[in-house]
C-alpha cells in the first residue's frame, strides 16, 4: 500500500543507513527486527506484520553472514 505514497520515498531511504550500520556491526536477529519493527509500527505507523518482519530480518542477517 505505500506505493500510493511515492511523493514520501525519500522518509523510507532515511531508514537504510541505519539498517545497513546494524547489518555491517554484526547485529544479530533480535536487534535488526526489533530496528525494522519500531519503523514499522511507529515511524511508519503500521499495524504492524510480525512474523513477515522477523521473516525479512532474518534474511537480512544470513545475507550478511554469506559475505
Not at 500500500?1 to 537504510?16: K, P, T
Not at 544479530?28 to 499495524?47: A, P, Q
Request: charged share 25%; net charge negative.
Amino acid at each position: 500500500g505505500v506505493a500510493a505514497y511515492s511523493d514520501n520515498l525519500g522518509e523510507y531511504d532515511s531508514y537504510v543507513p541505519r539498517l545497513c550500520a546494524l547489518l555491517e556491526d554484526g547485529a544479530d536477529h533480535r536487534k535488526v527486527f526489533e530496528y525494522l519493527w519500531v519503523i514499522e509500527t511507529d515511524s511508519m505507523g503500521l499495524n504492524g506484520d510480525r512474523q513477515s518482519t522477523e521473516e525479512f530480518a532474518s534474511r537480512l542477517c544470513s545475507l550478511v553472514a554469506k559475505l
